[in-house]
Each structure stands twice: as C-alpha cells, then as structure tokens.
C-alpha cells in the first residue's frame, strides 16, 4: 500500500534528458497555512525568509502528502547531486471558454491526431485540464500514465506517414485554437527583470542577510563610521550585481525578441491559407516556405520541397545546409528513428535562416511545425541561459565548510565572552552585544564574494585575448585541467583542405595519378563528372558558398555553377543546379550538367550523393563521394581495385585526407519524380571510379603548443570525423604520439551470427619516413625526459565504430583502453559526447577544443569546452576564442590556475584576518576592554578590503608548471598553512598582551584614560573611551594590523602559477603604503593622532620591541609557508613516506597496468566470452605517485 501511495505520490519528470526532475505531490491544508502565517508574524518574518531559501521546508509546512493526481502544489528535486528543490502551484487550463461545435466535448477525441496527449489529459465533461509550468515549459496531467507530460511538441510516435497524412493538409481552425490554449503562444519570451525584483532578490542572499544582522549588531555598537563604509560598499556592489544581471537579461530578451514576430503563411484545413503572425503556430501546424529570406520562428519538418539553411547561430559554423523533404514511407517507425542520427537533415530549426527554397513540381515547399516556443532547438538553447547547470566544484562547496568551521570557533568566542562578562557581572545586554560582536568578528562576510574576484579579472584578461566566457565559474575548473580532447580538422589542421590529387579507377585498375595544380586540366571523365556534380555547393550572393570540401574539389575542375536567379525560367528549373565548363576546363561533350535531387551528407552515414542528368540527354545519373570504406562497401567488388586498401592506406598514412567516388547510371523511365527515389536502392551496385586525395596541413601553432601542453603533464587525445590512418599520422606529425612510441590499432566488431563480438590489437608498422620528419618533436634532450616522463611508449588508436562496439560488449576493458588511448577517429557527435563523460568517470579534468559545428554536445560536456568561432560568445560552449587556433587552450588553463590560486589565496587571507581580529578582541575582552571604532576601521576598510579587491589582480605565470595547482580548499597544505599562522598569531598577540604588563612604566588601564601630554584634554571621557585606552590596546592594535599586511604578503606567492607579487603593481605600492600608514600611525608622537586612534604614548623601545615581534613573525611565517608548504618534493617524499598514493581513478588504473606484464596486448584477439568475466577492480596494493 505504501509502496503504491509511494509511486503515485512520486515520478519521474523528462526522464533520462538533460533536465530530469523528481515531481512530488502535495496538498495545502487551511489549518497548516494558518499556523505558518502566524509563525511568520510572530518570527518578525525570519521563517518566511527561512522558507525563501529552503521551498521544501515551506512545501512540507503547509501542505500534506499525497498523490500527484490530487496535488495542488507539486515540489520538484533535480536528480543530479545537488538536488535543488523548487516548488510549483498547479494550475486549470478551461477549454470551455472556446467555442467549439456542440457535442465535440463528450463524444471521440477533442484533437484529430489520436496519439496526442492533449485527448487523454482532459476531463470530460467539464473541459478542463491541470497543468505546471517548469523552466518555461508547460506540462499537462496525462490520465492514462499518471504523469505530467510535456506538451508544445507533436509526439514522437509519429511515423513518416502520419506526419504526411496527419499534418500535410493543415489543421482545422478548432483544432489550432484548442492547441494555442494549451501550449500556449510560440515566442521565447525573456522578460527583462524588474530592478526590484533583481533587488530583493540580491538582498534576501544569505551572505548579505548576515551581513545586515552585522551591521545591526555594530551600528548599536556606536561603530557608525565603519558600519557606514561597509553600507556604502555593500551598496555599490548589490547595485553593480543588479546592473550587470539587468544588462544580461536586456541583451536576451533583445537577442530573441525579434523573432517572435515574423510573418508565415499557414494553411488550414478545408479553409485554405492565410497570414498569420508567428506567435499563433502550434505544433501540427502546416506552413508555406514561399523562397523569401525567413528567420524559423520555431521548430518544423519539411514534408515537400527542399531548402538551404544557415545554422550559424546554433552551430557557430555559417556553412549552408541543405535540408530535404520528410520521405513518405509506410514504416511502423517512428520517423527520427527511421532517419537514424540523420533525422536532423528534415528538420529546420528554430533561429537559422532559410537562404534559399526549393519547390518542387507540386506547388510551394511545404513544412510542419514539430516544436513551439521554449521545446524548440533555439528556446533549449535560450534555457540553458536562463538556467545554467550549477558547476560542480568543491571549491565553493570547501568554502562553505570553511564559514562553518569559522562560525564554530566563533561560537566557543561567544562562549568565552559570556563567560568572561558574566563573572565581572556586566548586564545583560552588553554581554549579548559583546559575545555577538566576538561572533561576527570570527567570520569574515566576505568569503563568498573574495571567490569571485579572482574569476572576474581572468575573464577580464582572458577577454583581451579574445577568449570570451558565458559560464565564469568554469575557469577555476580550467585550473584542474589534466586531459584535453581536440577536434582534427579546423582545429590542429587548416581549415581548408587543398586538392592534392586525383587517382582514377578503370577496369578495377588505379590509373596513372593527376596532380594539382596542374598545367593541364582534368580531362573529362566520369571522374571529372562526379567532382563538377557531387556537392551542395549554392550560389548566394553571386558567391559559390557550401563546405570547404566541396569547394576545393569543384575548384579543380574549372567548371562553374550557373546562379538559379539567372536561370531560365522553365519547368522545375528552380529544384535544380547546374553546372557548366568554364573557359579553362578540358574539352567536354557535354554543354553541363543539372543536378536533380540530393541525398546530403551526413557524420553518421559518411557519404552523399547526387542525381544528376547530362544537360539535353535523357539518361540519369547517380554520383557519390564519402569516406573510402563506406562508398567501396556499396560498389559492385569487380569495379574495386583489388590493392583499393593498400592505396589507400600510402596515401592515409602520410596523413592526406581521402575521399571515393562512385557512379551508377539509373534506369528510369521519362518524367520520373527524381525526388521520391528509394535512397537504399539508388545507393548500389555503383562502380568504383577512383580517389580524390586531399592535404591537410597542420597548422603552424599546432606542435609548440602540444608540445607545451605535454611538458605540463597535460595529455593530448584527438577526436576525429576522419579516417584512422590520417588521424594517427597527424598525432604524430604534431607530436601528440612520440618518435619511438608504438601505435596498437584495436578493432571490435559486433557479434555475428554464432560467432561473439571480437576484438583485436594490431600494432601499426612505424614508417621510417615518419620518423625521419619527426626527430625535430623532441630534438632537446631535456624536454624528452619531461615528455617521456609522463607518457608511456605505446598509445591505442580506433575508429567510432570499435568504440561503440567496446562500450556494449568490452566495457571492462575500457578504463584500461582509455588511459592509454590518443587517437579516436570516424567518431559521430554522439560518440564524443560519450567519450567526454567516460573519461571523465576516470577522474580527468576535461577540456575539449573543436569548432563548434558537430562538437557541440562535447563542449557542453566537457569541463571547459572551447569553440573556435568567429562570434563573440557561441552559446554552444562555455568558452569561444575568436583567434581560430589551439594556442587559446593553455591560456585558459594558465589563467583558470592563477584564477584558482587567487581564489585559494584571498579566502585564506581573509580567514587568517577573521582570526586575527578575533584573537586580539578575545584578549582584549579578558580585561573588558576592546579595539577602537578607528582602529577597526583602518583594519577593515584600509587594509583588508583594499587587499581583496587588488590581490588577485597578479596575472598568470607564462610558462605551464608541469603539475596542477591543489584543487581543494580543504586539503592538508592549505589547513596546515592557516593553523600554523593562527597559532603564530596567538603566541605574538599572547606575548606582547602578557610582556606589557610587566613593563615598569606599566598602569592599570582605569588610570590611563587622560593623555600624558595632555592633562585636561580627556577629562571628560566617557565609559566607552576607557574601554578603549589601554597599554595592551596599544600593543595589540598594531601587532594584528601589521600581521594581516604580513599574511597578505606572505600569501600572494607568484611562481609556478602567477607572475611575481612586485608584477601587481598595484598590490605592492598599497602593501608598502598600508604599512606605512600602520607605521606613521604607531610611531608619530602627535596629540591629534593618538587621541583620534585612542592610543596612549608608549617609551619608544617598547615601539621597537613591537617591530622586532613583527618582524620575527614575518621571518617565520615566509619561511613556513615558502620552504615548507609550498615546497612540493616535500610533499612529495612526506607521500611516499606514509605510502600515500593518489584515489584518482585513473591513477589506480595505470598502477595496475604497470604491474600487468600482458599489457598491451599485441597482435592478440579476444572475445566477448572471455571477456566478460572481467571485472571492474580497484588495485588494492599501491605504489607512490603524485595526482
């Protein structure tokens, strides 16, 4: 029973997506409300600011448990390890308010298509449904499952032919207003955020909740100046947080706004069509593409026609893209799983633009709106703006522990100070004031806010060098990088390929090679037919524009391609390209060729091909080009060389990129609809017609930069569309695998009929004209030490396909393949998301680098991802660098350590200066006395904040440390570093608070009100200033002043990871005048300055006594902290010493593999019988190492 209450009560939201929930049913209780508001009246409005920062406590006050069917508050929990909670009222959509045909409302479904969630979420007769808006998106109650489903989307489900059947003819005008009510308008509305709201929320932070509770605290105090400089300062920081997030979501609300308004030509059914303005779409919805420039306004397939998009603005990649018509099967699939991965090829997108439109004979190009509003690709995009994943690094969790630990030995402060005030019967309300004040003293408010500065000026820095940053706390992250992850072409290799080469195929023979450039043009052929007509090349502009590619491959054959808005105007001549000899092309007999219909491109089935038809015949021809493997798989065998691998292999393993073609004549018959042709059964029997051989030159800052990369420890893997053979060339080319290293090559295969699925190791033959151009990589002895040093002689390389094969059947291999693996090629998107996450499971700190096209979902994945693109901020990864080269890649890791190490830096600055002050007003409060309002002032203000704001502006050391700043707040080093200091603190401060007293000129603090010099001046001193007046006041004020300036010193360490403290000018010159000032102050016998700080006059050798306590100190504490703990072959000898060794999952996994004497395998084959007993295990032996 409890079990099933349990299920009902509780379920899953957008199961296994990227934004799952756990939805929890409730329901408000009037005797429970009222109890909370008078909680709320009687707490003076602490329970409801309680209930603000914990909504589930604010659920489980006022409502009671039950099922989501009843709920009418539901409470949402992310699943990730946050677990954030959110809390939602669920609201009645009334379908009754529209008018509908009588009787529509009891009998058969109330939308046409009968999949569609929106039948079984109504209650009849009443025509209402329940519904919950989340991030923007609505969700309806679905009877049938008891579950909140999403809509604004037409279902999945669907097939190709449901679509076309369903959908083609429009909707009815009922239908498309029952569909408005409920999925609401299609706009990605972003509302630019009232001040106040921005305010308030800002305000009710916890950090500054206490802050004010602190300010209360001293303003009661009389501690007005300071009270007042920290309002002043917490003003202008709330005001620039609330001016910054303003500006953020003007600058959204304009980036989106302008496409909620564009104007579509719908078409309804039986009605005909009609304008209408984008914002009444809704999915089913049928509209016309009438060739205008059209920005999507939401997410459509196309059913007829064909068209070139711009998918800039969600790839960061302006290559147009051809997209074609939805196939009208009879297939019991659902559609996308029926186009595979490449069901994005039907799909235009909301936010890209529609360049140009292709009809066919039938009428205008024709689509069907699949998502609306905030479901479409676009609003995903805006709502991970809106809502970023929270960055999971301990660093902000340590600092939170670190407040705590704080507010503990506060509260033993607060212990000792009743205790003190107590036993001198003090009343009662200067104890409680008193024992606050020693409370608030401990911890430093600020923590929270020091994090960030660091962050802010290394996006500053890294903004200069144009890298630009949408996600700021992920370059404390990039601090920990230890792997990165590159995408080849583009990114380690020039863009543009160049035609290096043509080797024609006759009579299953490779022909004599043809070079470019070359005096001669490429005679006519079949080949020189499929290079001119094998492309989706478009003239915009009166510019040929298309992919690099296909560009390179046409420009070899000097001929052109005629621009459609010149075209004759004839039958269907709008659907077609053509194509003719320029006046340097060879001698052709034919006057051109018009390209028909296209099977596009695509990563996951690495090919495309084209129908053609020589201009004034009538025979049909099918060209295609793609990946070697792919395209001879689907020749007839006796047209495939027989040494079609070994060719392909020279030129491969010399690192060219290579291409096949193919061509088939097609038997058609006249007037043949070219665009509903079967593409499996065009697709074969074709004849092999030769390779087209490509280079892809390396680009210049490629090797220094792995190379740098490499001596820092930091590994290299590259992660390929390209051919195996070209990647392990370019790896080691660039020097990512080393002269002398040995390449294993595995290939997994998928079972096959009995047999299991295999896997094999193959060692790649090192070529000697390799090696030969490669003894540059390491030509300094040195630095070889260092490379070698870190990596192994062996690296493992693969293609996507083996990959996916070792996923499914080796699983327990792969931690051992992956700690070793550097080359992965023929990987799809999907693949390399994959990748990302399992090497990230092995406890690496990710980068990747790639440019943005089909890398995103891996930018995203990673923990920093870097896109090379020319825009400004690519909302596909968190990092864009506009300089389109890898050289960016140790920039950001360089500055994200220094941002790191400043961040370590200041929170422990301002922990040592919390205990200071505390130590020194815990002595001070064992004779009831304490500091000054000026001399906390100077110390505040003067000191502490000047040093938060100008300490992590030290910029990032040039060269990279060959090991990793420590990642952890709370780690031994670090809590050895602040116990230390805190315990010279305590011995300074106790000694000078004890040596006082046994001075000869020494008086008892009460007779020491009046100035020395000054008989009369004092005589009216009030009870506060005796409070004040004190030897051991005089004393311990500069003793704790001095010594924060000595930590902030100490602390700002330069070398390995930022520049020397001298090169922050800035700090330095503050530093030496802080310290001037605390000085001049502690030194000048002036009345003024004495009286105003409240000192009383000391013989000038107790001043210098003082100096040399401090200067003691100073000597000790440097030394400590620079010999000792940041000394690291120390650590490293104290690790080996207690046998420490790193948890690193990757760590114990290399220690295993050292000690395995049959590893690598070589030249070996297994199988998944005899693997799959393998286990996953962790080394229960271990040996020295570092992390």
């Known amino acids: 029973m409890e ?52 909504p589930e406590w604010d ?68 025509l209402k449904m329940r519904c919950i808006q989340v991030q923007k998106i609505r969700y309806i109650w679905d009877f049938s499952v008891k579950e909140f489903k999403k809509v604004g989307s037409l279902e999945d489900s669907n097939t190709c032919h449901s679509i076309h059947h369903k959908f083609g003819a429009g909707l009815t005008r009922e239908e498309q207003k029952i569909r408005q009510l409920v999925c609401g308008p299609n706009a990605i509305k972003v509302e630019i955020r009232p001040i106040w709201k921005l305010l308030f929320k800002e305000i009710l932070n916890p950090f500054y909740v206490f802050q004010a509770f602190t300010l209360t605290l001293w303003l009661s105090q009389g501690y007005t100046e300071y009270s007042v400089a920290i309002i002043i300062l917490s003003i202008i920081s709330v005001g620039l947080t609330v001016y910054d997030l303003r500006q953020q979501s003007t600058k959204l609300h304009d ?14 059914k039986s009605e005909g069509c009609e304008e209408l303005e984008s914002c009444y779409l809704v999915p089913g919805d049928m509209f016309l593409l009438d060739g205008k420039k059209l920005s999507l306004p939401c997410d459509a397939v196309l059913i007829d026609g064909s068209c070139i998009v711009n998918e800039g603005m969600l790839t960061g990649e302006s290559i147009p893209v051809t997209k074609t018509p939805l196939p009208l099967v009879e297939s019991p699939m659902p559609w996308k799983t029926h186009s595979m991965e490449d069901y994005r090829r039907h799909v235009l997108f909301c936010g890209t633009e529609v360049i140009q439109v292709k009809p066919t004979g039938r009428g205008p190009a024709r689509a069907v709106v699949l998502q609306t509003g905030f479901n479409t690709a676009k609003g995903d995009l805006v709502r991970s703006i809106l809502y970023p994943k929270p960055v999971n690094f301990k660093l902000y969790r340590d600092a939170f522990k670190f407040i705590v630990g704080l507010s503990v030995i506060g509260m033993f402060g607060l212990i000792y ?10 009343p009662v309300a200067d104890v409680v004031a008193m024992a606050l004040l020693l409370l608030t003293v401990a911890v430093p408010p600020a923590i929270p806010a020091a994090l960030t500065t660091g962050t802010v000026y290394a996006q500053r820095r890294l903004k200069k060098k144009k890298i630009f940053c949408i996600s700021p706390q992920r370059i404390n992250i990039c601090g920990q ?49 499929a290079m001119a007509s094998c492309h989706s090349l ?245 630095e070889k030490i260092t490379l070698e040093g870190e990596t192994c002689n062996y690296h493992f390389a693969m293609n996507g396909k083996s990959y996916q094969v070792i996923i499914k059947h080796f699983y327990s291999l792969l931690p051992k393949i992956l700690v070793n693996a550097t080359v992965f090629a023929r990987m799809s998107p999907g693949q390399k998301s994959s990748l990302i996450e399992e090497f990230q499971k092995l406890d690496y700190y990710v980068g990747m680098c790639g440019d943005g096209a089909n890398d995103c979902g891996a930018l995203k994945m990673a923990h920093a991802g870097i896109s090379l693109s020319e825009q400004e901020a690519s909302v596909a990864s968190p990092f864009t660098s506009q300089i389109p080269n890898i050289q960016c890649v140790p920039e950001l890791i360089r500055e994200g350590r220094a941002a790191l190490v400043a961040s370590f ?44 704001l100008t300490m992590s502006l030290t910029e990032a050391y040039p060269k990279l440390a060959p090991y990793r700043p420590p990642g952890q707040l709370i780690s031994p080093p670090l809590l050895l570093s602040i116990t230390l200091n805190v315990c010279f603190t305590i011995i300074m401060q106790t000694c000078g608070f004890l040596l006082v007293k046994q001075q000869p000129w020494y008086g008892s603090p009460g007779n020491q009100t009046m100035s020395p010099t000054s008989p009369g001046e004092n005589s009216t001193s009030s009870g506060a200033q005796s409070t004040v007046l004190s030897y051991e006041d005089t004393t311990l004020w500069p003793l704790s002043s001095i010594n924060c300036i000595i930590v902030a010193f100490v602390f700002s360490k330069g070398k390995p ?92 996994w290399q220690r295993i593999l050292q000690r395995d004497p049959n590893w690598p395998p070589v030249n070996a084959e297994d199988f998944a019988a005899k693997s799959t007993d393998e286990v996953y295990v962790n080394p229960t032996y271990k040996y020295s190492d570092e992390d």
């Open 3 to 54: 079990e099933k209450f349990w299920k009902d009560h509780c379920v899953l939201l957008n199961k296994d997506e990227e934004n799952e929930l756990e939805i929890f049913g409730y329901k408000t209780q009037g005797c429970r409300k009222a109890l909370c508001i008078a909680g709320y009246i009687l707490s003076c409005g602490t329970l409801l600011l309680l209930f603000y920062w914990k």
């Open 59 to 126: 659920v489980w006050a006022n409502c009671t448990r039950c099922s989501l069917e009843e709920a009418d508050v539901v409470l949402l929990r992310t699943t990730d390890e946050f677990q954030r909670y959110s809390r939602k009222k669920v609201t009645w959509i009334d379908l009754s308010t529209l008018a509908l045909p009588v009787g529509s409302n009891l009998r058969g479904p109330l939308v046409a298509d009968k999949d569609s969630v929106i039948n079984r979420a109504v209650m009849k007769p009443q």
């Open 255 to 268: 980036l989106v706004e302008e496409h909620n308004k564009v104007q579509v030509t719908v078409c309804m």
């Open 417 to 426: 100070t009743v205790c003190v005030f107590v036993s001198h019967k003090k």
């Open 481 to 529: 990088i230890n792997l990165v992850c590159f995408d080849k072409t583009g990114t380690l290799t020039e863009d543009g390929l160049d035609l290096w080469g043509v080797i024609p195929s006759e009579g299953s023979r490779f022909q004599k090679i043809h070079k470019f450039p070359s005096s001669t043009p490429l005679p006519w052929g079949p080949v020189c037919g």
């Open 538 to 782: 478009v003239v915009l502009d009166k510019k040929i524009q298309g992919d690099p590619l296909d560009l390179k491959m046409f420009d070899g054959t000097h001929w052109e391609v005629e621009d459609s808005s010149t075209a004759q105007d004839g039958t269907g001549a709008l659907d077609t390209c053509i194509v003719r000899p320029g006046p340097k092309a060879s001698n052709a007999p034919v006057e051109g060729i018009a390209i028909l219909h296209q099977f596009p491109f695509s990563s996951g089935l690495q090919r495309m091909s084209v129908v053609s038809q020589k201009i004034g015949e009538e025979q049909y021809d099918l060209y295609m080009k793609g990946a070697p493997e792919i395209v001879s798989s689907f020749c007839r065998q006796d047209t495939v060389p027989a040494n079609f691998l070994k060719e392909l292999k020279t030129y491969t393993s010399q690192g060219f990129r290579v291409i096949a073609l193919a061509h088939k004549v097609l038997n058609l018959g006249k007037d043949v609809d070219v665009s509903n042709l079967n593409r499996e059964e065009a697709e074969s029997g074709l004849e092999f017609l030769g390779l087209l051989v490509m280079e892809n030159r390396l680009k210049q800052e490629t090797k220094p930069v792995l190379r740098e990369l490499a001596a820092a420890h930091i590994r290299n893997v590259m992660v390929t569309g390209d051919n195996l053979q070209t990647a392990v060339t370019v790896a080691r080319n660039a020097g990512m695998i080393h002269t002398g290293s040995k390449v294993v090559l595995i290939e997994a295969n998928e079972p096959e009929g009995s047999a299991p699925a295999s896997i094999a190791w193959q060692l790649a033959e090192d070529r000697k004209e390799n090696t030969a151009a490669l003894c540059e990589v390491c030509a300094n002895t040195e």
């Open 905 to 948: 830096a200041v929170v422990k600055y301002l922990t040592l200066y919390g205990l200071i002050q505390f130590v020194g007003t815990a002595l001070l409060f064992w004779q009831l006395q304490i500091f000054g309002i000026h001399q906390y002032l100077i110390q505040d203000v003067i000191i502490t904040l000047l040093v938060c």
């Open 1057 to 1148: 990871f930022r520049k020397p403290i001298y090169t922050n000018y800035l700090f330095s010159v503050l530093l030496a005048l802080q310290l001037a000032i605390c000085l001049f102050l502690f030194f000048a016998d002036i009345d003024a300055v004495y009286s105003g700080m409240q000192f009383l006059y000391t013989p000038m050798i107790w001043r210098v006594y003082v100096l040399l306590m401090l200067l003691v100190t100073f000597c000790v504490s440097f030394f400590t902290e620079d010999v000792i703990l940041q000394n690291k072959h120390l650590w490293l000898l104290i690790k080996s010493c207690f046998g420490y060794q790193s948890n690193s999952q990757y760590r114990k």
